[in-house]
């Protein structure tokens, strides 16, 4: 059987190919949307947003060895879009084992490390929230786009982005509502019958209301109804004085976390 970590790391870069297919192409070139495969690694990069969530590359050194020299292809790459902030994603078992001595003496520094998360079939868990989950069509994608995008660092434009996944037929969007209004969302992407569970986020007005775990539950129930047994998502590890809302509920949920994927970044300018 396939290596866990290897499906994994598989299933989220077809959630981030997804995620671009889902511009337009008038929109792709506003943000300056480029997704390229450098070496084994697939470069995300959007030139006029900042985020890391976009602006990271995935999959070095884990389909096979790759050469040092494809880290500066790739920092190349984001450089000539002009982007200054970035994610070099490393596996703990990417190839060569020298990769992240490479990033070190290239002057990349590292940031604060992924954590890759793994659920099982176990029924979905309760959870209690007096907002109402909704799967959500066409009608809210302006308001999903707008709560994920804001909260993870978008602009107006790469929160239009987001709306679009509305439009993709392996994504499903879930939004939690006080009433009518729109509080929170988080999405579902499922392939080959893996689920990916991403862009959960929460309007500040609405938080520590549940939710988020509201949300993790419908998901989880719908990714076993489509069939997955087994499911993934991610978030930053634990830091001092941050007080990791998303690490809890994850863990809540049924998840348990697998492995660690540091990250590079150039230094942060003064």
């Avoid at 707008?146 to 929160?159: D, H, M, P, V, Y």
């Amino acid at each position: 059987m396939e290596d866990f970590s290897l499906q994994a790391e598989r299933l989220e870069r077809a959630a981030l190919s997804d995620l671009h297919a889902a511009a337009p192409e008038d929109l792709r070139h506003r943000l300056g949307l480029e997704l390229k495969t450098i070496g084994t690694a697939l470069a995300s990069v959007s030139a006029k947003d900042p985020s890391i969530v976009v602006n990271r590359t995935i999959g070095l050194g884990i389909e096979a060895a790759d050469e040092p020299a494809t880290i500066e292809q790739v920092r190349d790459v984001y450089e000539n879009a002009g982007v200054r902030r970035f994610f070099f994603h490393l596996h703990p078992d990417a190839q060569p084992a020298s990769l992240g001595d490479v990033m070190d003496q290239s002057g990349l520094v590292q940031a604060r490390g992924w954590i890759k998360f793994r659920r099982g079939a176990e029924p979905a868990p309760k959870a209690s929230s007096d907002l109402e989950v909704r799967r959500i069509g066409p009608e809210h994608a302006e308001d999903f786009g707008r709560i994920a995008g804001t909260n993870f660092g978008l602009s107006e434009e790469g929160c239009a982005w987001l709306a679009g996944l509305v439009h993709r037929p392996r994504w499903q969007l879930y939004m939690t509502f006080d009433g009518q209004t729109p509080a929170g969302t988080g999405a579902l992407f499922i392939d080959q019958g893996m689920a990916w569970l991403d862009w959960g986020a929460t309007d500040p007005q609405y938080r520590q209301r549940g939710g988020q775990s509201a949300l993790l539950s419908r998901r989880i129930a719908e990714a076993l109804a489509a069939g997955c047994r087994t499911m993934v998502t991610a978030t930053g590890e634990e830091v001092e004085g941050d007080p990791q809302h998303s690490f809890k509920n994850i863990l809540k949920a049924g998840f348990q976390p697998v492995y660690l994927r540091r990250n590079f970044a150039p230094p942060t300018q003064a």
